[in-house]
């Protein structure tokens, strides 16, 4: 099959600065990824090279196109969402419609209406008198309404309250995703997508720190609780991260058997967030 | 769901009104409508507080001519302006903003977008001239129909001067003049696109500070007998400009002449060239 998305030595320079280093990953159809990176590692600069926005150095191709020179062919075939309120605000709610319509071929303005039915949108408002949270809900309806191959979502749901948070990745979930679609979506919010992803990339400094199917995940790293009396024993065994918590220790392993592991103290599968700091805090020792 | 160029092209000329339809459709809506007041109080000042007969020069076709024509100019002033401020911001605002990336996310290439740009210049502004033109010469015509008739000069109603039509031809000689004239005003278009794409700050400034400087440079090397040759573009261009002032609605018919060829060819490749870089740069520059 066919990547969505495959990088090879993948390098961007500003200057003398190096904002991507020779990245590496492929990403096939029907997956839905975290791209997932603190400020400065590089998220954005890879979506722009992959949306065609910037050029990079290296091989990039985006349903087998190369986007910087295929860039009107291949945005009708991928859609974005590039952080939250960037609709013309001068517009008014079926303006942008008629404008999605006449410039989009796989836009269907009918989905449009259907999705707008359920909010509390009016076709007569102007893009201006929305709250960011409406605003949010018009451009995710514009942007489910086509028919595309590839979604990116870049920080969609910054700024918003939990309600629409939730509501946006029900939304992206129930109505738009399907196994032919593929979502990679980048975000610092990574408790809230933990439950949507299928694969997971984390990025730090410019390079690929783990890139990983959650299942692999759940295989691949544990928890371990501690008391004190085998704190030592637990850190001979090279843990990714530790840190203290209330009567004990708590530590993150990769790649050890769970069994051994499980003979020191209770095991459990750790969330993204942890993950998360442990790797960018692997990266920073190493 | 196929979507032709031809809906592309539509959509996009559509958001270009909608987006500054202040400075393309309400003022100078508002400002014909100032006219049309001015006008009308004039004539109204002079048929009955000073009653005192129009002249037998002054016919309904005539007066409404005269009406038109003064709408014309002040017209063409506000469209100046306002496409002076349209082509030297448009490319720089967008970049300066958001919106940009809703724009990106949408299939229509730098090229298209930028001659959209070109079209609105060069065809939407003298449309809107023309329509406005046409509304106020039929407000001239009803309304002067009903002063005629208040003199009791039956002559002059309506129907004979619809009849005539030349109130109604006119806007639409001036509009094809336009359309004439704005091949030759290419450069200036392409001029003011290039700076909107490529200005980091004030395009405006640069737009019309970076000749002025270069001119009064070119003045002070002009006091040693030196030039860098910048007057002499400006004023060549000003010429060329002199040549088809006729065009601009300044009630003389513009008539191509042999003599217009090169300088229209010359415009039409400066511009281009200029229109070529504008692209290129919204192609290359990744601002966002």
């Known amino acids: ?286 | 769901m196929k979507n032709t160029l031809i809906m592309k092209c539509s959509a996009q000329l559509k958001r270009e009104v909608l987006e500054y339809r202040w400075s393309f459709i309400y003022i100078p809506l508002f400002l014909s409508l100032l006219v049309t007041i001015f006008c009308l109080g004039f004539s109204f000042y002079w048929l009955f507080i000073r009653k005192e007969a129009l002249g037998s020069e002054h016919t309904l076709n005539g007066t409404t001519l005269e009406f038109m024509y003064a709408n014309t100019s002040l017209m063409l002033m506000v469209y100046f302006f306002a496409l002076t401020n349209y082509l030297s911001s448009c490319l720089y605002d967008d970049r300066k903003s958001k919106q940009i990336l809703f724009f990106r996310s949408m299939p229509v290439s730098e090229s298209l977008n930028v001659m959209m740009k070109v079209v609105v210049a060069m065809i939407v502004i003298p449309t809107l001239l023309l329509l406005i033109n046409e509304v106020v010469s039929l407000i001239g015509v009803v309304v002067g129909s009903i002063f005629f008739v208040a003199l009791n000069d039956s002559s002059q109603i309506v129907f004979p001067a619809l009849s005539d039509a030349n109130v109604f031809v006119v806007p639409l000689q001036i509009y094809l003049d336009n359309l004439q004239g704005m091949f030759f005003v290419l450069p200036f278009i392409g001029y003011l696109l290039l700076i909107s794409a490529w200005a980091k700050r004030f395009p405006m400034v640069i737009a019309f500070g970076v000749p002025m400087l270069l001119a009064f440079i070119d003045f002070l090397l002009g006091q040693v007998n030196l030039t860098i040759g910048v007057i002499d573009l400006l004023t060549l261009y000003g010429l060329w400009w002199a040549e088809i002032r006729s065009t601009f609605g300044l009630r003389v018919v513009f008539e191509f002449e042999w003599q217009h060829l090169m300088p229209l060819l010359k415009s039409v490749l400066i511009g281009g060239l200029l229109i070529s870089a504008s692209i290129w740069l919204r192609n290359n520059r990744c601002e966002i």
């Open chain 1, 1 to 286: 099959m066919e990547a969505v998305i495959h990088a090879q030595n993948v390098s961007k320079h500003y200057g003398k600065e190096a904002v991507l280093k020779n990245i590496n990953f492929s990403i096939e159809p029907g997956k839905i990824v975290g791209l997932i990176g603190p400020n400065g590692a590089g998220k954005t600069t890879l979506l722009k090279g992959i949306l065609g926005l910037a050029p990079v150095d290296g091989e990039l191709s985006v349903l087998g196109m190369n986007p910087k020179k295929n860039r009107e062919v291949l945005i009708e075939q991928v859609s974005f969402i590039a952080d939250t309120a960037v609709l013309p605000t001068w517009m008014k709610v079926h303006q942008i419609i008629d404008y999605v319509k006449g410039v989009h071929p796989r836009f269907s303005e009918e989905k449009c209406l259907h999705f707008l039915k359920n909010t509390k949108i009016k076709m007569k408002s102007t893009i201006s008198s929305l709250s960011k949270g409406m605003m949010v809900q018009l451009h995710l309806s514009l942007i489910m309404s086509i028919d595309s191959r590839l979604l990116v979502l870049d920080e969609p749901t910054l700024g918003l309250d939990i309600l629409y948070r939730k509501q946006f990745y029900s939304l992206l979930l129930n109505d738009y995703y399907d196994n032919q679609k593929t979502i990679l979506i980048t975000t610092h919010q990574v408790e809230e997508i933990e439950e949507v992803l299928t694969d997971l990339i984390f990025i730090n400094e410019g390079q690929i720190v783990l890139n990983s199917s959650m299942e692999e995940v759940a295989e691949r790293f544990v928890e371990l609780e501690v008391e004190q009396a085998n704190k030592d024993a637990a850190m001979s065994l090279g843990p990714l991260h530790f840190r203290s918590v209330l009567g004990g220790f708590r530590m993150i392993f990769e790649g050890k058997p769970k069994a051994a592991l499980s003979e020191l103290g209770k095991t459990t599968t750790p969330g993204l967030a942890d993950i998360f700091v442990a790797k960018m805090q692997q990266q920073v020792n190493s």
